[in-house]
């Protein structure tokens, strides 16, 4: 399994632009599809958008659907999640994850996750 360092996050006005970055340990970071997730309290963590291991998108949540973009550079071993026009309903605590599959119903790696807040 890859270990998961994230990093970005914090408090931003809403309609501003916050990039988080997922970075991973070893040599098998390329070999893994990577995945955004969120999770407010008392909801169920949910995939936000999701990446192939080859750099294809695979998924994008319909509430962030043409404002959040997942990217991964792997010379990095680095996935991005940009994240534009924020909204209060944003806020939530960031997960990055690692799968063997496209579906992400089994997540191999969890990043320690880090706060977004969108708050004026």
């Known amino acids: 399994q890859v270990q998961l360092v994230q990093s970005g996050g914090g408090l931003v006005q809403p309609g501003g632009s916050l990039r988080l970055s997922c970075a991973g340990t070893?040599?098998?970071?390329?070999?893994?599809?990577m995945g955004w997730f969120r999770q407010v309290p008392g909801k169920e963590r949910d995939l936000v958008a999701s990446?192939?291991?080859?750099?294809?998108?695979?998924y994008y949540n319909d509430s962030v659907k043409g404002r959040f973009t997942i990217s991964r550079d792997n010379a990095k071993n680095t996935v991005y999640l940009e994240m534009n026009s924020l909204k209060p309903e944003d806020t939530a605590v960031y997960y990055c994850?690692?799968?063997?599959?496209?579906?992400?119903?089994?997540?191999?790696?969890w990043g320690q996750g880090t706060q977004v807040t969108v708050s004026s």
């Open positions: 994850g690692s799968s063997e599959t496209y579906s992400f119903h089994a997540v191999a790696s």
């Open positions: 070893g040599r098998t970071f390329g070999s893994f599809h």
């Open positions: 990446i192939a291991s080859s750099g294809h998108v695979l």
